[in-house]
């Protein structure tokens, strides 16, 4: 089946993000936005089946792409760690109302948790999949010997090969942008509930990294889910299954707690 054609968001000049979003029914489950990963965009499997789910349970939902991504406006090449994350930002100030569920896979991760940061008290709760925040550091320090370094220096960009097709561009901008806004090296203030899931057969970012991330939460509920024969992409039947069952937990919890309120 053909997918719908996008809507548009045109919150800042020369920018044009494409979105679908689903209104659901429901007035006790809070809304759910996705967030991709770097250089992938809102047609992938997770982003539709999660939306799939959703419509099937009356939660509204949200998937975009970034500038530079999918369908949406601007290069690749000129995108930032913070230009992405003002990105989600619009889509959640301007397309969700309420407590919400946000889902951040891989770079989406680092994106939805500075989200989440900002935006926490209409957070209901957090799902990473195999999140990457502070990679653009770890790739730097970590992976870069100095002949990349220097390349990256006079050349202002590097390409890096990709087990996903072709070389992709990792600009200067890129790194230096990424340093303004690093979490892991503090404490990170999550007061709602925090559900990491992660491969252990990840070849991209390894799944000590999610211990790493729970190790620095302040949160009165974080757990990591292991997927002891999961790759990165976490795109199989019985990933999504566990997917969508996290989402469904984070759910019962806000409601759960809603009824304790009242």
């Known amino acids: 089946m053909t997918e719908a054609a996008p809507q548009f968001l045109t919150p800042r000049a020369n920018v044009r993000l494409a979105y679908h979003r689903f209104e659901g029914a429901s007035k006790t489950l809070p809304g759910v936005i996705f967030c991709g990963g770097f250089r992938s965009d ?23 792409d970034y500038t530079g991504h999918g369908q949406s406006s601007g290069k690749f090449e000129d995108g930032t760690i913070g230009s992405w994350f003002q990105d989600a930002l619009d889509v959640f100030d ?49 992976e870069f010997g100095e002949e990349e370094r220097h390349h990256l220096a006079s050349k202002g960009v590097i390409y890096m090969p990709s087990a996903y097709g072709e070389p992709y561009p990792l600009t200067a901008a890129l790194f230096a942008d990424g340093r ?57 039947a019985e990933d999504i299954t ?21």
């Open 94 to 142: 301007t397309l969700s109302e309420g407590p919400q569920i946000v889902v951040g896979s891989s770079m989406g991760g680092w994106i939805a948790m500075l989200l989440a940061r900002a935006r926490k008290s209409r957070m209901a709760g957090l799902t990473l999949l195999a999140p990457a925040p502070d990679f653009t550091e770890d790739v730097y320090i970590h």
């Open 42 to 64: 809102m047609t992938g499997t997770k982003a539709t089946c999660l939306e799939a789910h959703c419509r099937a349970h009356e939660q509204s939902f949200v998937r975009f």
């Open 242 to 262: 566990l997917i969508t069952r996290t989402v469904d937990e984070l759910s019962h919890l806000y409601r759960m707690g809603k009824t304790a309120e009242g």
């Open 180 to 236: 303004n806004h690093l979490l892991l090296k503090n404490k990170i203030d999550m007061p709602f509930p925090v559900r990491m899931i992660h491969g252990k057969q990840d070849a991209d970012v390894p799944w000590r990294k999610s211990e790493h991330i729970q190790r620095q939460l302040i949160c009165p509920d974080a757990r990591i889910l292991w997927v002891e024969d999961g790759d990165h992409r976490l795109s199989r």
